[in-house]
């Protein structure tokens, strides 16, 4: 069996609401495996961002432990944590974060300025090559059509080879064929051996993953579990 | 090592291509409104105190120039003034007036003459003797007599011109001379006698022929009125008032004019004279001699005082200019630093998910605080530039060469330094601001 990329142990969240304290996650524990493919599945408020921001090493829960590669991301500091996020992590947003400043090849490699860890342009253009953007290496996002801009955000995550890429509702804005090159992106990623959690509510999406874990709000999970 | 190594070695393949200051540099061509914003503010306080201190500089050439005008012309306006009391007071009488031994002193004071004599061998004695000091002499014979044919009180005055003194050749006459025979009058007494011998209307003119003490005159000169004694004072040849006064070969008084050159060298004067005539007493004249020396004094003075005064107004003008640069520096500098934090702050406000990005991807909050400094770092060396670019060339337009700046020391290289640095300080806090950002919070609103 292959070890757990991510593990997320007895994990809880809330936030400061105007009524007061909206909890968000209680007691959430989960374990995605190396070259597992992961969908977490659930409606807007069910806390899908909330997790994906934990376990990228983002958000500090309020309980629980959660573990990337090997490291306690939480009990280390906040510039190992970065080195963490660095290292092993590789993120694809909804709204794909590119610099508008920086050109298709600049976006890839800017990930590579954080430890100076040595990613070249020629395994940026390899991995642009690897979603169809040779042609657009010099281009700035804003030349870019909405498929394509997902496309340099997932070359930009893949580009330090992570062991754990998380993606958040990256197919939401885009048309199927670009959704379908995003999915199967992913799918690839988890096969060549990383550990690749999406979060999605769309069910055509999480049909493409080993394994989909429906996510619900808190206090209609608690009703639920009440027998 | 290795590690080391290997981390330059990779910067090399990014290089600059792909470094903290190449994104900084590509963020100031995308936002570059802000970044001209920044220049212009630090070329602007740069520019301020750079022009304060040329004009501070053009201020002490002019003023210079203007002083040094002014002084050529006060100059000359003094010289001009000295020359004119010099001539002004020349005719109007002595410094020393030497008498006999046994003179009364008193009687002069109240009388104007003395009434004793001496001889007139006195003055030859005199004139012969090689004085260093006394430029002229004059031997006269003068009384206050009563005249009927003008029915006043006059005051007869016989003098033989001037003397010539030994080694020093003949000068011009200092007191015109007036021949046997010839008379000069006062303003009173020609218009007493006009109103005797001419009918109503006539006047007196050179060469006409008067009567006064009994004998007759040919009148020689008519001075104009004085408003002073001089209107009731008759001159005539020495010769004709020892015989008007029944007193030949005798002279009252031996006026001596002294150096006019400065009114501390009477004592030296006084000495000389009275080691040649013994049977005499030597006085200081309070004349109008001794005003024209006082006048050269007080207009050498004036002089000073007015040249001290430029001088000083001048030195005053530079100091309130230089208080007022000493106000505008900081107060330039204050509110650079403040429009420089707020463009800074708004920079980082409007790069807000920009930086939560770069946090995301793995930067340290020391890359981060580098993105914001580098950038402020960019816009305070540009501004500086500019500002001192466009200083020297308005200096340049101005006719100023570049050396002004050099006179002023250490404040160019601080400018230099200090701009900059000033542009890192403003942008210190939202730089801080910026690298302690959580990326989940910027991220979580970017998300959500």
């Known amino acids: ?227 | 090592m290795r590690v080391v190594l290997t981390r330059i070695f990779a910067f090399a393949k990014v290089g600059l291509f792909m470094s903290i200051f190449g994104i900084v540099l590509r963020e100031i061509v995308y936002r570059r409104l802000g970044f001209v914003l920044g220049v212009f503010t630090i070329a602007l306080a740069v520019g301020c105190v750079l022009g304060q201190l040329l004009i501070l500089e053009q201020h002490d050439r002019r003023s210079e120039v203007i002083l040094t005008v002014h002084e050529a012309a006060y100059e000359k306006e003094l010289a001009d003034l000295e020359d004119d009391i010099r001539v002004f007071t020349k005719n109007l009488g002595f410094n020393l007036v030497i008498f006999p031994k046994d003179a009364n002193l008193a009687h002069f004071s109240s009388k104007g003459y003395i009434d004793s004599t001496m001889p007139q061998e006195y003055a030859d004695r005199l004139a012969k003797t090689p004085l260093v000091s006394v430029n002229h002499l004059l031997p006269v014979l003068e009384k206050r007599v009563f005249a009927p044919e003008v029915d006043l009180e006059i005051k007869l005055v016989g003098t033989i011109g001037e003397l010539a003194i030994a080694k020093k050749g003949k000068k011009k006459p200092f007191l015109e001379p007036v021949a046997t025979g010839k008379i000069i009058l006062g303003n009173e007494l020609r218009r007493r006698l006009e109103g005797k011998t001419k009918p109503a209307g006539g006047t007196l003119n050179p060469g006409d022929k008067i009567t006064l003490l009994g004998r007759v005159f040919t009148i020689h000169k008519l001075q104009p009125k004085h408003l002073g004694p001089e209107d009731t004072t008759a001159w005539v040849h020495l010769k004709d008032a020892q015989e008007i006064f029944d007193q030949p070969g005798r002279i009252n008084a031996l006026y001596a004019l002294g150096c006019n050159c400065s009114a501390g060298r009477m004592g030296v004067i006084r000495e000389e004279i009275e080691a040649v005539l013994p049977e005499t007493q030597v006085e200081e004249f309070e004349t109008k001699a001794m005003a024209r020396a006082e006048s050269r004094t007080r207009a050498a003075q004036t002089r000073k005082s007015i040249l001290d005064q430029a001088g000083k107004e001048r030195t005053e003008l530079r100091d309130q200019k230089e208080a007022f640069l000493g106000v505008l520096v900081p107060l330039v500098t204050l509110a650079a630093l403040t429009l420089l934090g707020v463009i800074a702050w708004t920079n980082m406000r409007e790069r807000r998910g920009e930086i939560g990005l770069y946090r995301a991807l793995g930067w340290r909050s020391s890359q981060i605080l580098a993105l914001v400094l580098l950038r402020a770092l960019v816009v305070g060396v540009t501004g500086t530039v500019l500002g001192l670019l466009v200083v020297l060339a308005a200096g340049r337009m101005q006719g100023e060469g570049y050396d002004w700046i050099a006179t002023h020391g250490i404040v160019l290289p601080v400018l230099l330094l200090g701009a900059p640095i000033a542009s890192l300080i403003a942008a210190w806090i939202p730089a801080l601001y910026a690298a302690r950002q959580d990326p989940a919070d910027i991220l979580q609103q970017e998300l959500t």
Do not use: W
């Open chain 1, 1 to 227: 069996m292959n070890p757990a990329i991510l593990r997320l142990e007895n994990v809880s969240k809330s936030f400061a609401g105007p009524r007061g304290e909206v909890r968000v996650l209680r007691g959430l524990s989960l374990d995605i495996n190396a070259g597992e493919f992961v969908a977490m599945q659930g409606a807007s408020g069910a806390g899908k961002t909330t997790l994906l921001l934990l376990a990228g090493a983002m958000l500090r829960p309020e309980t629980g432990r959660v573990v990337v590669n090997g490291v306690d991301v939480y009990a280390a500091g906040a510039e190992e944590r970065a080195h963490c996020r660095s290292r092993h992590i590789g993120f694809v947003f909804q709204q794909f974060h590119l610099v508008p400043y920086l050109s298709v090849l600049q976006n890839v490699l800017a990930p590579g300025i954080a430890f100076a860890n040595g990613e070249t342009n020629g395994r940026a253009e390899e991995v642009l090559a690897r979603f169809g953007m040779t042609h657009r290496l010099h281009h700035r996002p804003a030349q870019l059509s909405s498929g394509e801009r997902q496309r340099v955000a997932l070359a930009r995550a893949l580009l330090h080879r992570p062991a754990l890429v998380l993606a958040d509702e990256p197919t939401g804005n885009l048309d199927l064929e670009n959704g379908r090159i995003v999915l199967d992106a992913l799918a690839e990623v988890a096969k060549e051996g990383a550990a690749v959690l999406l979060v999605t509510h769309d069910p055509g999406a999480s049909a493409r993953a080993h394994r989909v874990i429906p996510l619900k709000p808190v206090e209609q999970a608690a009703s639920l579990l009440q027998p």
